[in-house]
């Protein structure tokens, strides 16, 4: 994997439909803006956007599911865990 729109090609071919809702193109929107930033900032940013979604009904368990098995297979373990905590939160909401 080159990059992370190469991964959401490879993984459903349409990012669209991927992951749901163009889940994908907000990651990578949100990504560009935090470029040269830290991870943690990144992180935060991406959780603020699934969390406004999920309180409009923008974003279901289900989306959330499918983001995380595509983006499961590129993460060590450690960031697998830490996805797996912000998702649990996430469907919390």
């Known amino acids: 994997m080159r990059d992370f729109n190469d991964y959401a090609k490879n993984a459903g ?3 669209k439909n991927a ?3 163009g ?3 907000t990651v990578s929107r ?3 803006n935090f ?8 992180l935060r940013a991406i959780f603020k956007e699934a969390e406004k979604n999920k309180r409009a009904g923008t974003l279901s368990n289900a989306e959330i ?7 499961s297979p590129a993460l ?18």
């Open 65 to 71: 599911d499918g983001f995380v098995s595509l983006l």
């Open 30 to 32: 949100i990504a560009k």
């Open 76 to 93: 060590d373990d450690r960031k697998r865990k830490y996805l797996k905590k912000i998702v649990e939160e996430l469907k919390k909401i």
């Open 35 to 42: 470029d040269g930033k830290g991870e943690k900032d990144l």
């Open 19 to 21: 992951a749901g809702n």
């Open 13 to 15: 071919g349409d990012n």
């Open 23 to 25: 889940l994908f193109e």
